[in-house]
C-alpha cells in the first residue's frame, strides 16, 4: 500500500510568483486535503476536496485554490505569493469524506523570498 | 480563536517512566479526536484516536483519555522510550455537515525522552 506522497519537497520562489504543489494520495482514498504548516505552529486548514469537488474551505484568501483529479491526486495552486506564505504544505488523505482519520504526507516546504 | 490550545510547548521525561501530553478544546461541536506525532523534515503520523461516546481508547503504549465536561483530553505513552521524542499535535474535527472532515490542531508538544 502506497502512502501520501507530495512533491516537490522543496520549493524557493519570489515575492508575485505562482507555484503549484501536487499530492498523491494514499491507495483507495478519495479524500484529499491541503494543510498550512508555520514554523512553531499546528497545521492550519486550507481546503478539502471530495470526489473532484471543494468540500470546505479554512480561513484563507481566494489565491489559494486547488483541483483533484479522476485518480484523486491533487493540487494547491497559490498565486500572487507573499512572505508569509512561506510555510511547510501538508497533504493527507482519508479513506472516504467522512471519516476523520487523515494520513498525511511528508510536506513540501515552500519559501517566499 | 484557538479552538484547540496544547499549553505546554515542552515536556521532558525519562525513559522508562509516563509521558502525559495535555490538550484543552472550546468548540463544543468537535467529536472526533486525534493524536498525531512529527519528526522534523516528516509529516504528522497518526497516532491514536477517540471518539465523543468514549472515555478512554488503548492502543499498545498509548492511550487517550477525554473529559467531555472539561473539554480535556490527554495522551499517557507507557513506557517512554527515546524513539518517541518528537513534537506531538492534538487534533479536532466535528460539525461534519457544515465543514467536511477538516482537523483543527494544537500547537504542538515537543517531547524529549532522556535515555
Known amino acids: 500500500e502506497t502512502g501520501v506522497t507530495q512533491s516537490p519537497t522543496h520549493l524557493i520562489k519570489t515575492r508575485g510568483q505562482q507555484v503549484t504543489l501536487r499530492c498523491s494520495s494514499q491507495?483507495?482514498?478519495?479524500?484529499v486535503s491541503w494543510y498550512q504548516q508555520a514554523l512553531g505552529q499546528g497545521p492550519q486548514f486550507i481546503f478539502q476536496?471530495?470526489?473532484?469537488?471543494?468540500?470546505g474551505r479554512g480561513n484563507f484568501p481566494p489565491r489559494f485554490s486547488g483541483l483533484q483529479f479522476p485518480n484523486y491526486s491533487s493540487e494547491l495552486n497559490v498565486n500572487a505569493l507573499e512572505l508569509d506564505d512561506s510555510a511547510l504544505y501538508l497533504c493527507?488523505?482519508?479513506?472516504?469524506?467522512?471519516?476523520?482519520?487523515?494520513?498525511f504526507g511528508p510536506g513540501t516546504r515552500l519559501l517566499v523570498l | 480563536d484557538q479552538q484547540v490550545k496544547q499549553n505546554s510547548p515542552s515536556l521532558s521525561v525519562q525513559e522508562g517512566r509516563i509521558s502525559i501530553l495535555n490538550c484543552d478544546y472550546t468548540?463544543?461541536?468537535?467529536?472526533?479526536f486525534l493524536w498525531y506525532k512529527k519528526y522534523p523534515a516528516e509529516g504528522p503520523t497518526f497516532l491514536i484516536s477517540?471518539?465523543?461516546?468514549?472515555d478512554k481508547n488503548e492502543d499498545g503504549r498509548f492511550t487517550v483519555f477525554l473529559n467531555k465536561s472539561a473539554k480535556h483530553l490527554s495522551l499517557h505513552i507507557v513506557p517512554s522510550q527515546p524513539g518517541d521524542s518528537a513534537v506531538y499535535f492534538c487534533?479536532?474535527?466535528?460539525?461534519?455537515?457544515?465543514?467536511?472532515?477538516?482537523?483543527?490542531f494544537g500547537e504542538g508538544t515537543q517531547l524529549t525522552v532522556n535515555p
Open positions: 493527507a488523505s482519508s479513506l472516504r469524506r467522512e471519516q476523520e482519520t487523515q494520513y
Open positions: 476536496y471530495y470526489r473532484e469537488e471543494e468540500n
Open positions: 468548540n463544543s461541536m468537535f467529536d472526533y
Open positions: 477517540i471518539s465523543s461516546i468514549k
Open positions: 491507495s483507495g482514498h478519495n479524500t
Open positions: 487534533a479536532a474535527s466535528g460539525g461534519r455537515e457544515t465543514s467536511g472532515s477538516r482537523l483543527t
